[in-house]
């Protein structure tokens, strides 16, 4: 109510002040400095068309001032959101820049406006007016590196990240972004380099710290990976997803029992993590722990009724010699699944189990005629022939 009291309030002084530039502008009507104070009200109001309104207007009444051309190119941009004005937007830049070709807000933003319509090369030539403008603007190498990036024009990339590393080098997220781009490209050992450059500059910082843990679980160093994220733990004990992110590389390691206690950690900060149930269930079933293994699965189940938790519910329904459930089970994971010969195989087995011949048959010549995965394939070919089918 307070917060609600507080918005009307703030509205009913935006409404004072707009009637204050009202007045102003009778009195003055020459004086675009009402104009504008009056266009960012009604920004503020949400009320873009009379913001443009005013834009225009105190344009026309100074047309040379790249400036304006430039606030009215903003607003452009917040009113549509990177939408249809930023056709509108792109030519109030190319205005300002004709007023006047040193403008460097004026390029930066055109830039960023043939970065969104993927026009690289055009936003590349932007970006390096503005350096020539201003050599020392880092920013700018960050932002052409990452468009020579998506041209695939690695070489010129990582030099504009050294670049930017060498005008600011006690910035840690310089360090972070030549990081992720080693990392995206394979480059382990040197993204590992600049993320320890980055956590010396910034040792708090999860972010940073995440993305360490992650080159090192993908080049398989999972204790240095874990060791991280006790680390990041440490700093946000009450983050579900990092107690998950945890138990899977203990789950990676081989440690089952810790990657079960990790995962039973985030739900009791996050009851409904789905990602937490499923691999619950899937280690609650390879301990034979098939109850709890049948819970977890039926709760992310709940969850997002995906194939894959119902395929391994029948597993522990199997394990339990509960077959009806767990051909029930088989039967839905299969219609939400058509094509996946692995379902077929485990439907298979558990009519074997359950003495179903006449199924078990019909459901491995399924898979001898989907013929998609080699391993079932042989799979249904051997049960087949056990079987005694023709």
């Excluded at 998950?244 to 789950?251: E, I, T």
């Excluded at 109850?291 to 395929?311: C, F, G, N, R, T």
Aim: proline residues 3%; charged residues 25%; glycine residues 6%.
């Amino acid at each position: 109510m307070l917060r609600q009291a507080r918005r009307r309030a703030s509205h009913y002084e935006r409404e004072l002040a707009i009637a204050e530039c009202n007045r102003a502008i009778v009195l003055w009507p020459d004086d675009i400095q009402s104009y504008l104070k009056r266009s960012r009200l009604y920004e503020i109001e949400g009320n873009y068309e009379a913001a443009l309104a005013d834009h225009s207007e105190a344009i026309r009444i100074r047309p040379g001032d790249p400036d304006l051309y430039i606030l009215r190119a903003e607003t452009y941009l917040e009113a549509t959101g990177w939408g249809s004005g930023a056709t509108q937007a792109l030519a109030d830049y190319e205005m300002a820049i004709r007023l006047d070709p040193s403008c460097l807000s004026a390029y930066r933003g055109r830039a960023d406006i043939h970065h969104i319509k993927g026009d690289y090369d055009q936003a590349i030539a932007d970006h390096t007016q503005a350096l020539n403008l201003q050599p020392d603007a880092y920013w700018e190498y960050l932002s052409r590196a990452a468009l020579y990036n998506l041209l695939g024009d690695y070489d010129h990339a990582f030099a504009d990240y050294s670049l930017a590393i060498a005008l600011n080098p006690n910035d840690s997220s310089l360090y972070l972004q030549r990081a992720q781009f080693y990392s995206q490209h394979g480059e382990n050992i040197k993204a590992l380099a600049d993320y320890d450059s980055a956590i010396e500059l910034n040792p708090d910082s999860v972010t940073i710290i995440g993305g360490r843990a992650y080159v090192y679980a993908a080049a398989g160093e999972h204790d240095k990976a874990i060791s991280d994220y006790s680390r990041i733990i440490e700093l946000e004990p009450s983050q579900s997803m990092h107690y998950s992110n945890r138990a899977m590389l203990y789950y990676r390691h081989g440690d089952d029992d810790s990657a079960i206690a990790d995962y039973q950690r985030a739900l009791t900060l996050q009851p409904e993590e789905l990602n937490a149930h499923a691999m619950l269930g899937y280690l609650f079933e390879k301990k034979g722990d098939y109850e709890q293994a049948i819970a977890h699965y039926s709760k992310a189940i709940a969850l997002l009724p995906a194939a894959d938790w119902y395929v391994g519910r029948a597993r522990a329904y199997q394990s339990k010699g509960e077959y009806q459930l767990a051909i029930a089970d088989c039967d839905q994971a299969i219609r939400l699944d058509t094509n996946n010969d692995y379902f077929y195989a485990v439907r298979g087995h558990i009519h074997v189990l359950a003495g179903h011949r006449t199924e078990a048959i019909a459901t491995f010549e399924a898979i001898l005629a989907m013929g998609d995965d080699k391993k079932q394939y042989e799979y249904a070919k051997q049960w087949l022939a056990k079987l005694g089918a023709n």
